[in-house]
């Protein structure tokens, strides 16, 4: 049982902790809990973005996106993206990781330009590859010159949907890669040089050495790739600005075309929402299930 | 020591406070502009042509006519005005004046009612935008929306003297130009795919029934039932190659560009194109006709916008000097031409200098029956359809012109008008 006095002392020893943390926490709470908790608010209301008075109407919004063809369509979109946008960007990072993981100048220098694209805008990116696979565009005169017929990147809807899903893939595996490099270097030289001693191959190494030891960097870079692919937006819309027929309408864009363009916030809020929890429910599932692998490191 | 940092930390919270309060303090004097004058916030649309500079030099005679009166031009939060105001209401950040925006059911409890003056009454399209018979809203022009560009050379190589006034006329001259070597239509994809049918034909729709738009709204008529044979005239035309095979990824600019470049015959597009086929470098001769009735209709209506529109807000701090703004932005002649010619709008009785496609369109305008212009897209005033509705139809429009059944795009649409009503 503690003194007053230990207690106090307990507390001097937090409080400047606490009081150099409160700056974080006050921004935390004001720009996360609670416009999330107003998200929820606005999204049993069927507000317009314009009226003063807010009419509770229940959950009737969230019934609404579970049946709204577009809200469906959208979803279904952005979970292909989420999908073969993290295995993409996490193979093709983690074997470029591989290759260019040692030191020397030409290294340095693929390193550099692999993870350039991560850093221009997205909207830059969109409206980038959009004026190059343009039905004129470059890549398709260059397809003409070489006699071959025009391929449809933006105007056919699954060859639409794959460009955006590789233009996105394009500009975040460098991302991913930089993650692997440092995983890679972390992995103790022992092990490859026992390994080799007993006559392990390159595979077998990657195999029971590299990714084994990669677990945490493995989870982190899925959960970070998962959940930020939930949120594209800014490539679909300066790539094919949802087009064609809506075939490319991502879910953020379909929250944002609800809410501001159709005067329908409370619409709106109900699909965000949503996405909150599914972001929230696939980001814990990937860590929990990948706690195994984790645990094979740390032991 | 840890005293003497509990201490430093507690002033530097203290300090870092303080420095966010004065950042929220600024601005919180709004409403009066230095040396005691009134200052009326007017929120507008930027463009490459309404320029932060001409919008201040529109208002600058004005300024000096009312020195007490300070304009201060405000651009938008968002991607545009529209999606700006409801950030602003919120946040109780309102001007006094909103440009650009047509009030919907949903705005006008926000909008000052402004049919106690004149000068809101005897604006154009003023009757056509009223709600349950107010006012709440003043323009400077009329933009036409029903409207065929045409380059006169495919015409001529067509052999196509006269142009079409029906729309079985209009169809057989698609097939001429064909014949001759020319892409008929441009279109493109963007948020203008659908101005082909809707040109084609919304104008004799409502033509057929005045309240297509009211009946629309309340259910008493479907999509299917009134576009179905609108939208297999347009399949048909996207099926005989009438229409470029990859407009769908044609943006609206380089669309623009492909016809100014005399690479299609007709450019389906609204009046405001007169303003770049005036900055061109005129190899290709335009011409302009109104889109053609479809059998049985002797008088297609004109699909219209009204142009540069004026509202007031009830939450603006300084009516009186707002509505005087907006009074000389919608009489004033030097004001109005000077708007109206920046942005290729017209008005009757308003000249400013026209070449011969801007005075074709003068013509049609001044031509046409003050009752026959009709909403485009989600509508105006009354004549209101449910917002989005415009978005919607342009993306089935854009699945018909990827080769979609006509089918599915009306199934869609009726489907869409039952979960929106």
């Not at chain 2, 154009?124 to 709440?136: E, I, M, R």
């Not at chain 2, 003043?138 to 015409?155: C, E, R, V």
């Not at chain 2, 001259?173 to 008929?184: I, R, T």
């Not at chain 2, 190659?241 to 769908?248: I, K, L, R, S």
């Amino acid at each position: 049982m503690t003194t007053p006095s230990q207690n106090l002392l307990v507390w001097k020893r937090r409080l400047p902790g606490l009081i150099m943390s409160a700056p974080a926490v006050i921004v935390f709470v004001a720009m996360f809990i609670v416009p999330m908790g107003l998200a929820v608010v606005l999204s049993l209301t069927n507000w317009n973005g314009y009226s003063l008075n807010l009419n509770f109407i229940g959950f009737e919004n969230y019934l609404k996106a579970f049946s709204n063809p577009r809200t469906i369509d959208a979803a279904v979109f952005t979970l292909k993206i989420a999908f073969f946008g993290t295995l993409f960007c996490n193979a093709i990072g983690l074997g470029i990781a591989a290759l260019i993981s040692g030191p020397g100048k030409p290294n340095v220098l693929a390193r550099t330009v692999f993870f350039y694209p991560y850093t221009i805008s997205a909207l830059i990116i969109g409206f980038l590859w959009s004026a190059m696979l343009a039905p004129q565009g470059v890549v398709n005169n260059l397809l003409s010159h070489a006699g071959m017929a025009p391929l449809p990147f933006l105007t056919e809807p699954s060859f639409a949907q794959a460009t955006v899903v590789a233009t996105v893939v394009w500009s975040h595996f460098g991302f991913n890669m930089i993650l692997y490099i440092a995983g890679l270097k972390s992995i103790p030289a022992e092990y490859y040089e026992a390994s080799t001693i007993d006559g392990a191959s390159r595979w077998d190494q990657f195999r029971y050495i590299t990714f084994p030891m990669l677990a945490p960097i493995v989870t982190v870079n899925l959960v970070l790739s998962l959940v930020g692919f939930l949120k594209v937006y800014e490539v679909a819309l300066a790539l094919t600005a949802g087009g064609p027929a809506g075939s490319t309408q991502t879910i953020v864009f379909q929250i944002l075309s609800d809410s501001f363009a159709n005067g329908k916030l409370g619409f709106g809020a109900a699909q965000s929402v949503i996405l909150l929890v599914v972001t929230a429910v696939l980001g814990l599932a990937v860590t929990l299930s990948r706690r195994g692998a984790e645990r094979k490191v740390t032991d | 020591m840890i005293a003497r940092r509990a201490i430093v930390a507690v002033a530097g919270a203290a300090a870092l406070s303080l420095a966010m309060a004065g950042c929220g303090a600024a601005g919180n004097d709004a409403g009066k502009a230095a040396g005691g004058k009134t200052e009326v916030r007017m929120l507008v649309n930027i463009t490459p042509n309404l320029t932060d500079k001409w919008w201040n030099e529109l208002v600058a005679p004005f300024e000096a006519a009312n020195p007490d009166i300070d304009v201060k031009i405000m651009a938008p939060v968002g991607k545009n005005v529209k999606e700006s105001m409801p950030q602003l209401l919120a946040s109780g950040d309102v001007p006094d004046v909103v440009q650009s925006l047509l009030p919907t059911k949903d705005l006008v409890p926000e909008l000052v009612d402004l049919s106690a003056y004149e000068w809101a009454k005897s604006a154009p399209l003023a009757s056509q935008n009223t709600f349950d018979g107010k006012y709440y809203i003043a323009g400077i022009g009329t933009q036409l929306q029903s409207i065929f560009f045409y380059n006169k050379k495919a015409f001529a190589d067509a052999g196509i003297k006269n142009v079409p006034v029906t729309m079985d006329e209009f169809d057989a001259d698609l097939q001429k130009l064909k014949d001759a070597g020319w892409m008929p239509l441009q279109t493109g994809g963007d948020w203008f795919t659908k101005l082909l049918p809707e040109i084609a034909g919304l104008p004799s729709i409502v033509a057929k029934n005045p309240q297509w738009y009211q009946d629309m709204s309340a259910g008493k008529v479907t999509f299917s039932q009134t576009y179905t044979d609108t939208l297999n005239l347009y399949a048909s035309w996207v099926k005989k190659g009438y229409v470029p095979a990859d407009a769908v990824g044609v943006k609206y600019s380089d669309a623009e560009q492909q016809f100014l470049a005399g690479k299609t015959a007709i450019y389906p597009m609204g009046s405001w194109f007169s303003a770049a086929e005036a900055k061109s470098d005129g190899k290709t001769e335009v011409g302009v006709f109104a889109s053609p009735g479809q059998a049985g209709v002797t008088n297609p209506k004109m699909g219209s916008g009204l142009a540069s529109p004026y509202m007031l807000m009830k939450a603006g701090k300084h009516q009186d000097a707002a509505a005087k703004l907006v009074e000389y932005l919608v009489t004033d002649k030097a004001s109005v031409t000077n708007q109206l010619q920046v942005d290729g709008n017209f008005r009757d009785g308003f000249e400013y200098p026209m070449n011969d496609l801007a005075k074709e369109l003068q013509k049609i305008n001044a031509e046409t029956p003050a009752a026959d212009f009709i909403p485009v897209a989600d509508g105006f005033g009354d004549m209101t359809l449910p917002s989005g509705y415009g978005a919607e139809f342009n993306t089935q429009m854009q699945g018909i012109l990827t080769g979609g059944p006509v089918s599915t795009a009306t199934k869609n649409m009726d489907s869409w008008f039952d979960n929106n009503r």
